[in-house]
Nanobody
Framework: QVQLVESGGGLVQAGGSLRLSCAASGRTFSNYGMGWFRQAPGAEREFVGAINWTGTRPYYADPVKDRFTISRDYATNTVYLQMNSLKPEDTAVYYC?????????????????WGQGTQVTVSS
C-alpha cells in the first residue's frame, strides 16, 4: 500500500503561482511512477503530468506544458507540482497518484494509489 496526501492548494489570481506537494508513505516511494491529474466540476479527470521513478523524465499534457513542473524528492518521499502562469481554466481538484509503471502513464487506470485531492481555484 502507498498512502498519498496532497497539500498546497488554494485561491490565486490569474498569472500567479502555486506549488502542490504530495507526501507518500508506505511502500518504497522510489519504485513508483508518479502522476498528477485534475478534475474540474462537471468534467472528467484529466492527466496533467507525470514523472518516472528516477525523477529524470517528467512529461506534461499540452495545456500545462511550459507552465507546470513536476519534481520529486527522495529524501522526503514527496512529489511536487509547481504551477506558474495560472489561468482560470486551471481551476480544479488536483490529485497525485502512484503507478507500478515506473515511467508513469497518461492513463488514470495505470495508477493504483490516489491522494484525496487538493482544490486549486484561479480567479480572473
Amino acid at each position: 500500500q502507498v498512502q498519498l496526501v496532497e497539500s498546497g492548494g488554494g485561491l490565486v489570481q490569474a498569472g500567479g503561482s502555486l506549488r502542490l506537494s504530495c507526501a507518500a508513505s508506505g511502500r518504497t516511494f522510489s519504485n513508483y511512477g508518479m502522476g498528477w491529474f485534475r478534475q474540474a466540476p462537471g468534467a472528467e479527470r484529466e492527466f496533467v503530468g507525470a514523472i518516472n521513478w528516477t525523477g529524470t523524465r517528467p512529461y506534461y499534457a499540452d495545456p500545462v506544458k511550459d507552465r507546470f513542473t513536476i519534481s520529486r524528492d527522495y529524501a522526503t518521499n514527496t512529489v511536487y507540482l509547481q504551477m506558474n502562469s495560472l489561468k482560470p481554466e486551471d481551476t480544479a481538484v488536483y490529485y497525485c497518484a502512484a503507478s507500478a509503471i515506473r515511467t508513469g502513464s497518461v492513463n488514470s487506470r495505470a495508477y493504483a494509489y490516489w491522494g484525496q485531492g487538493t482544490q486549486v481555484t484561479v480567479s480572473s
